[in-house]
T-cell receptor, first 113, second 111 residues
Framework: DVKVTQSSRYLVKRTGEKVFLECVQD?????MFWYRQDPGLGLRLIYF???????EKGDIPEGYSVSREKKERFSLILESASTNQTSMYLC????????????FGPGTRLLVL | EDQVTQSPEALRLQEGESSSLNCSYT??????LFWYRQDPGKGPEFLFT???AGEEKEKERLKATLTKKESFLHITAPKPEDSATYLC????????????FGKGTLLTVNP
């Protein structure tokens, strides 16, 4: 069965803190993605990775960075959290063989105070 | 630039009252159209992928269809547990691995 897990369901952080969100998939997928989801704005792509150590900016990369050292793990880093980064963060993965169907994790709801 | 528009934004049905959700798209070469279901506070759950006009897929009370300009998600005799936000997304020839998502339709089914 398809499985994408995220390290936390809920996080509360202070402004200026460095925040790490981790995502792990067990499907041997090549591609991994980080989105944020906000009411009225829908899903917005932050970064994606199509191979280990490879990454590309999505539509809203400002204030974020990513790391993919192993195929199954994709991390999203907020270098200095700000209140406007309060959001639901969703990780997804897909494969070429699966014709790009993306499978999502449960999400991390981040609150920055 | 790929665009996906879903309508209506919200739909309220009585249990057993069939209806359809719409997903209109503008893409440069459709390679796949995806439907997801999302429950509050959770990640989207994959439902269907459609690849070419005329294709149809079914799962329980849900049936997805595809034309060259839009897709419909038909819900037959819905139950309260079908209440969720339904998301549509497209993958086009110009977008590599990326999907473009619509903003979703919030479906509420009252008992």
């Amino acid at each position: 069965d398809v499985k994408v897990t995220q390290s936390s369901r809920y996080l509360v952080k202070r402004t200026g803190e460095k925040v790490f969100l981790e995502c792990v998939q067990d499907m041997d997928h090549e591609n991994m993605f980080w989105y944020r989801q906000d009411p009225g704005l829908g899903l917005r792509l932050i970064y994606f990775s199509y191979d280990v150590k490879m990454k590309e900016k999505g539509d809203i990369p400002e204030g974020y960075s990513v790391s993919r050292e192993k195929k199954e793990r994709f991390s999203l880093i907020l270098e200095s959290a700000s209140t406007n980064q309060t959001s639901m963060y969703l990780c997804a993965s897909s494969s070429y063989q699966g014709k790009e169907t993306q499978y999502f994790g449960p999400g991390t709801r981040l609150l920055v105070l | 630039e790929d665009q996906v528009t879903q309508s209506p934004e919200a739909l309220r049905l009585q249990e057993g009252e069939s209806s359809s959700l719409n997903c209109s798209y503008t893409v440069s070469g459709l390679r796949g159209l995806f439907w997801y279901r999302q429950d509050p506070g959770k990640g989207p759950e994959f439902l269907f992928t459609l690849y070419s006009a005329g294709e149809e897929k079914e799962k329980e009370r849900l049936k997805a269809t595809l034309t060259k300009k839009e897709s419909f998600l038909h819900i037959t005799a819905p139950k309260p547990e079908d209440s969720a936000t339904y998301l549509c997304a497209v993958h086009s020839g110009g977008s590599n691995y990326k999907l473009t998502f619509g903003k979703g339709t919030l479906l509420t089914v009252n008992p």
